[in-house]
C-alpha cells in the first residue's frame, strides 16, 4: 500500500512540475525543403508539389541556391567578371520557384551554399568547390543574390560547414581546428554582402550544423557540432584566428539540423558534444555564453530547425524500421514545440531519391514522406500531415498534443480513445483551434491510461494516427 500511495504522489509531482503551455514555441514554422522535387524536375512536378505542401500546412519553403550552379564560368573567372553585380549570374532555375512560392503565399528561405565556383577556392580548379572558399568572393555572391531577390526577407549560409564534403579541409595537419574559422569568415562576409544589398533587416542565420560529429580533429572528420561552435565563438580556442576576435553582427537566428540516430529522439547522445533535436537545450546554453561573453551582439538567438526528417527501412536496411517513424515524427515535432527558442519545424524530403540499379543507398536520400515511386510511406505522410503525442502523465492521466497543420487556427479537432476489444469514442468535446500554425494540446483524467490508444479527427474527415501514450 505504501508503494501505491508513493507512485501515486510521484505522479502528482511530475503533474505538477510540468512546465505551462505559455512556454512552448507556439509560432515555429513549418519549414520543408525538397530541391529535386522544387528545382530539378520542370515547372509541372514543382507546381504540383507546392499544391501539395500547401495542402499539407506548410508555411516556408527553403532551396539550396548553388553558388557553382549560379556563377558563370566553373574552373577560370571570365574577365572583367563583377561578382556584386546580379545580371552576371543565371537566376532562372530559382525565379521560377520563388515566384510560384510566394503566389501560393508561401515564405521563402534561401540558403546561399556550396558548392562554390572553382576559381573561388584555394585549390586552382577545384572541381568540388569547397577546399577554403574564398570570403571575399562569397560576400559578393550573397550581395548579388540580395541584389536579385528583393522580396526575400529569410537567408541562411552555408550547408554543414563542419562536414568535408562542404567544407575543407576541417582542421590542418597539425590537427588544429580550420573550417571553423574559415566558416565564421565566410559569414561575415555574407551578412555584410546582404546588407548592403538592403537586407539588413531581415532574418539571416547561420550555422546549418550536422548535429553528430567525430571525436577526433583531423582534415576529413565531421567536427562535433559544440565543438565546432566554441572554436567558430573562439570559445577557449588557441587559434591564432581568435587572437583579434571581433564580434558577430547582423546575424538573426543559428540554423541547425537535429537530425537523430535511427533509433530516434530517446536514443543516448554520443558525446557531450553532439546535440540532436533532445538536446537543442545544449545548443542554445552555447549561443547565450557566446552573447554573455560578447562574441555575439544583439539579443538572444532563436535556434532554427531547417533540416530534419527520419530515413527509413525499407528502402535503406541500416536506417529507422518504417514503422517507427510515425511516432517518432511526431514525438521530435513536440520536443520542439516545447522549446521556447525554437523558431521552425522542418521535413527533408516530400519524395526520396531514386535508387540506381546498383542498388547503391548510400549516396541517396530516403527520408521523404514518399518512396521514390510516388506512394505514401504507411504512416509517416499522414504524421507529417497531422502530428499526434499522448503524453501519459500516471496511471489515470495523459495529455494529447497534436497539430491540425492543414486546417491551423479555427479548425475543428476532436480527441477520441478506445480500450483494446472496443471501438473509438469521443473524448471530450470538439476543440476550436485557436493557434496559427494549428497546434492544440489537452489533458484528460481517465482510468486505465496506459492501455489506451488515442487519435484525432480534423474538421471531421481528416483522420490522424492512432498512438499509444508514451511516459515521458
Not at 557553382?68 to 577560370?76: F, L, R
Not at 513536440?334 to 546498383?358: C, E, G, H, K, M
Not at 479548425?411 to 471530450?428: D, E, K, M, P
Amino acid at each position: 500500500m505504501r508503494y501505491l500511495i508513493r507512485i501515486l504522489v510521484l505522479c502528482l509531482a511530475v503533474l505538477a512540475a510540468l512546465p505551462a503551455v505559455a512556454a512552448a514555441s507556439h509560432g515555429q514554422l513549418a519549414l520543408f525543403q525538397d530541391d529535386r522535387q522544387l528545382l530539378q524536375r520542370g515547372s509541372g512536378v514543382r507546381d504540383q508539389t507546392l499544391d501539395e505542401l500547401r495542402s499539407l500546412g506548410v508555411d516556408a519553403i527553403k532551396f539550396q541556391l548553388d553558388w557553382n550552379a549560379a556563377a558563370p564560368g566553373d574552373k577560370t573567372r571570365p574577365q572583367g567578371f563583377d561578382g556584386r553585380d546580379p545580371s552576371a549570374y543565371d537566376w532562372a532555375p530559382y525565379d521560377g520557384l520563388v515566384n510560384a512560392a510566394q503566389a501560393r503565399g508561401f515564405r521563402v528561405m534561401v540558403a546561399l551554399s556550396p558548392p562554390a565556383p572553382g576559381w573561388a577556392t584555394a585549390r586552382r580548379g577545384d572541381s568540388f568547390g569547397v577546399d577554403r572558399p574564398s570570403p571575399t568572393w562569397f560576400g559578393r555572391f550573397a550581395e548579388a543574390a540580395g541584389r536579385h531577390f528583393t522580396g526575400i526577407d529569410l537567408w541562411t549560409l552555408w550547408n554543414e560547414p563542419n562536414h568535408p564534403g562542404f567544407l575543407y579541409p576541417q582542421a590542418t595537419k597539425g590537427r588544429a581546428a580550420f573550417a571553423p574559422h574559415l566558416y565564421r569568415k565566410l559569414v561575415r562576409a555574407a551578412v555584410a554582402g546582404l546588407q548592403r544589398a538592403g537586407h539588413g533587416g531581415n532574418t539571416i542565420l547561420f550555422g546549418e550544423l550536422l548535429p553528430i560529429g567525430k571525436s577526433h580533429l583531423y582534415k576529413n572528420n565531421t567536427i562535433k557540432p559544440l565543438r565546432f561552435m566554441r572554436e567558430f565563438f573562439c570559445i577557449g580556442s588557441h587559434s591564432r584566428e581568435c587572437r583579434h576576435y571581433r564580434p558577430l553582427t547582423g546575424v538573426r537566428g543559428f540554423a541547425y539540423h537535429p537530425y537523430t540516430r535511427p533509433n530516434g529522439p530517446r536514443g543516448r547522445e554520443p558525446s557531450a558534444d553532439d546535440a540532436t533535436i533532445r538536446s537543442i537545450g545544449r545548443v542554445t546554453r552555447l549561443l547565450d555564453r557566446a552573447r554573455a561573453l560578447g562574441r555575439i551582439r544583439g539579443g538572444r538567438l532563436p535556434v532554427w530547425n531547417t533540416e530534419f526528417g527520419f530515413q527509413s527501412n525499407p528502402p535503406d536496411p541500416f536506417q529507422t524500421r518504417l514503422s517507427r517513424i510515425p511516432g517518432f515524427l511526431s514525438e521530435s515535432e513536440w520536443i520542439s514545440y516545447r522549446n521556447p527558442r525554437v523558431a521552425s519545424f522542418s521535413q527533408y524530403t516530400l519524395v526520396d531519391t531514386p535508387v540506381s540499379r546498383r542498388g547503391d543507398l548510400f549516396g541517396t536520400w530516403q527520408g521523404g514522406l514518399r518512396f521514390a515511386d510516388g506512394r505514401e510511406k504507411r504512416g509517416v505522410f499522414e504524421a507529417y500531415r497531422q502530428p499526434l503525442f499522448v503524453r501519459l502523465l500516471g496511471p489515470r492521466g495523459v495529455e494529447v498534443w497534436g497539430d491540425a497543420r492543414p486546417g491551423g487556427a479555427g479548425a475543428t479537432v476532436q480527441i477520441q480513445q478506445r480500450l483494446a476489444g472496443h471501438g473509438f469514442s469521443n473524448l471530450g468535446g470538439p476543440i476550436t483551434v485557436t493557434n496559427a500554425r494549428g497546434y492544440f494540446s489537452k489533458r484528460f483524467r481517465l482510468s486505465k491510461a496506459a492501455r489506451r490508444t488515442f487519435r484525432f479527427i480534423e474538421a471531421g474527415s481528416l483522420t490522424s494516427r492512432s498512438a499509444k501514450p508514451v511516459f515521458r
